[in-house]
């Protein structure tokens, strides 16, 4: 039996482990959680164990010795206190962490406020077309890239956002122009990355694109009649339009020698409530489309889909519902010999089971705020993220961290960022620090304050931390009942193989 | 029942009133409970004379609440205020591991450390790549200033 966060794990755990006398220095901090019938036991370096009652009352009571078969499976994860190697273990954690020491790394550019588009859930408040004062300067993306590379990341993605980024191609190429001979000083590991309906695209665009290797990403919201109802498009059929311009890019991928297995154009769907029960037609466009990876979207509370919530939104449980019906679905394919997988459960087996941090932003602590990313409205004003400046197209400021009139500098050490970064360390949260998944997890103060006031949040009846919990539920239930073919698939999903194609030229160009 | 000292609803001004022991809440948290509500109420701090006198808070909705309405938005306080104290509480246990993860955050992204491998390397066996054709190594303050005439 599966069982979900937040109150529905009412396990009674005086019921089952009958503690006598606790041991207080036999084992590391732990937390735990029930998932079917059994404990799923964490430490603070992100070892996990799942135990029965009895041996979870043994470790808290220190009723193992070397030899015996407990002890010793407690031993090789790091749950024993004497039998750890400090040294190895600080190693360990500090390189999980080492985003700690280094500065946004995602650079969301808004290039434009104008969208051809009228999705139903749109996030970003867009306008219309012939709205050109919306759109990005030469000098504002100038000045946005010369503040991008003040990062102290070793690395920098660029990525253009809108509205319809397409819609501002004359900047759009001034900037990867302007980036790149930026870059030829800077000298670090930079990438482009374009979210775009694709509709606006032609060849020229296109070549121009393979050739500076921006990667392309879109959204595709599941069947063709599902896509076109929640992405209107009075000039034609998107669904058509977009799928075709997938297939032209990943041609062009494969004409150039890349592996097709990672090369290909990402395309992410957004769930809203037509789409509950459409799991399986879902996972089957995407597979027919040649994804190798689903990204299962909740609807999000920003922008026109938190207006829309009554005709889209749903419960987390119904959410839930239908993204285990189509992991499930997706595994029955793995085990059929297709290659795909769902990208949130991907990130999380990563710190699960490979022991890799992916720096996936919304779900690390601190979470990724100012020091992960920062969104360059067209304006010249800067936001905590793309989520921030999200809530600035609803009419509040409250994540405008400056503008490109400040300093690099004030931008990453002002109170709005210190408050952000606060708020976002798990070590500060009632709940997320008695919470057997904290190692792996990590909240949004963006979200937090547009759906419960505050940046910090009540994750207890957090609809973010129901999400990922649940998850994280499903997870460790799949984890625990896994055989060895099982096994290896969720192994094979956290595998990360860098796209260096992406990556621009180091050094002179 | 205790809960009838401690909150009053009035349907007729859209306001719950609720009476808080300062032994139980310090006032900071009472701020920060209430500051969470001010999207959705209005809100008045006041306090009952005499010593040991309780925090009076008064909660009047933005738009018209009938008694449910206001029980809800005086239990959503309520919630805050536990939430609030309860983080207070354990932001002060956490603090050290809390102010080293935060300062270590903030000081790598400001430039105040650069783990070593991180450091570029300097190239100074051609610099041909130095030209700037496109004049982006002028600062953008000059690229872009007015003419002061502009601004007369």
Wanted: charged share 25%.
């Amino acid at each position: 039996m599966i069982t979900f966060a937040a109150g529905a794990n009412s396990i009674d755990l005086a019921d089952v482990v009958r503690l006598r006398k606790v041991d207080p220095n036999f084992a590391v901090p732990f937390n735990f959680r029930a998932v079917d019938g059994a404990f799923f036991v964490s430490n603070p370096l992100g070892d996990w164990i799942v135990l029965q009652p009895d041996e979870l009352r043994r470790l808290a009571e220190g009723d193992a010795t070397p030899g015996d078969g407990l002890y010793e499976r407690l031993k090789e994860r790091n749950f024993i206190a004497a039998e750890i190697d400090k040294a190895a273990q600080a190693t360990r954690w500090a390189g999980k962490h080492r985003f700690l020491h280094y500065g946004p790394t995602l650079h969301a550019f808004v290039l434009t406020g104008r969208c051809n588009f009228g999705c139903t859930y749109c996030h970003s408040s867009i306008v219309g077309m012939h709205r050109k004062d919306t759109d990005m300067s030469i000098e504002v993306a100038e000045r946005a890239v010369d503040m991008a590379f003040r990062t102290t990341s070793p690395g920098l993605t660029i990525e253009f956002q809108g509205g319809e980024p397409l819609a501002n191609w004359e900047v759009l190429q001034h900037i990867v122009e302007y980036a790149r001979q930026t870059n030829a000083l800077a000298g670090k590991a930079l990438s482009f990355s374009l979210v775009s309906n694709l509709t606006l695209l032609d060849d020229e665009k296109l070549e121009y694109l393979i050739d500076r290797r921006v990667q392309i990403c879109t959204s595709i919201d599941g069947p063709e009649d599902a896509h076109n109802a929640q992405r209107p498009w009075k000039d034609g059929n998107g669904f058509q339009t977009t799928t075709g311009w997938m297939k032209t890019i990943n041609e062009r991928y494969v004409a150039q020698g890349l592996d097709p297995n990672l090369y290909r154009v990402e395309a992410l769907p957004t769930i809203t409530r037509p789409l509950l029960g459409r799991a399986k037609d879902i996972v089957d466009t995407f597979v027919g489309l040649g994804c190798r990876a689903l990204f299962l979207r909740k609807l999000d509370p920003f922008g026109f889909a938190a207006r829309s919530v009554r005709q889209l939104g749903y419960s987390m449980d119904d959410f839930m519902r239908f993204y285990m019906e189509a992991v499930e679905y997706i595994i029955e394919l793995n085990k059929q010999g297709v290659q795909v997988m769902e990208r949130n459960a991907a990130i999380m087996l990563s710190k699960m089971i490979a022991d890799y941090e992916p720096n996936y932003l919304d779900l690390r602590t601190p979470g990724g705020a100012v020091i992960g990313q920062l969104g360059y409205h067209p304006d010249g004003t800067i936001f905590s993220s793309d989520e921030g400046r999200m809530v600035a197209a609803m009419g509040d400021n409250a994540f405008m961290i400056g503008s490109l009139d400040n300093t690099y500098e004030e931008l990453m050490t002002n109170a709005t960022t210190r408050a952000l970064v606060i708020a976002s360390t798990n070590e500060t949260q009632p709940d997320c620090v008695s919470c057997a998944y904290k190692p792996y997890c990590g909240q949004q103060p963006e979200y937090n304050y547009k759906t419960q006031g505050t940046i910090g949040g009540r994750m207890r009846d957090s609809t973010w931390c129901r999400k990922h919990k649940s998850i994280f539920d499903f997870l460790a239930y799949r984890l625990k009942n896994a055989d060895a073919e099982e096994m290896e698939m969720f192994r094979r999903w956290t595998t990360n193989r860098p796209q260096e194609h992406f990556l621009q030229e180091r050094g002179p160009i | 029942m205790a809960s009838h000292n401690i909150e009053s609803f009035d349907a007729a001004t859209s306001t719950a009133t609720l009476a808080l022991d300062g032994g139980i809440y310090p006032l900071d948290v009472v701020y920060g409970a209430a500051y969470a509500l001010i999207d959705r109420c209005y809100v008045l701090l006041d306090k009952e004379s005499g010593k040991g006198g309780r925090y009076l808070v008064h909660l009047r909705g933005k738009s018209a609440l009938d008694e449910i309405g206001l029980q809800a938005l005086s239990g959503e306080f309520g919630n805050e205020l536990l939430s609030q104290a309860l983080r207070r509480k354990i932001v002060k246990q956490n603090g050290a591991i809390i102010e080293e993860i935060v300062t270590t955050a903030i000081a790598g992204a400001a430039g105040a450390t650069m783990p070593t491998d991180f450091v570029v390397e300097e190239e100074d066996d051609d610099l041909d790549f130095l030209d700037d054709p496109l004049g982006i190594a002028v600062p953008w303050e000059e690229k872009f200033k007015k003419d002061k005439s502009d601004n007369a």
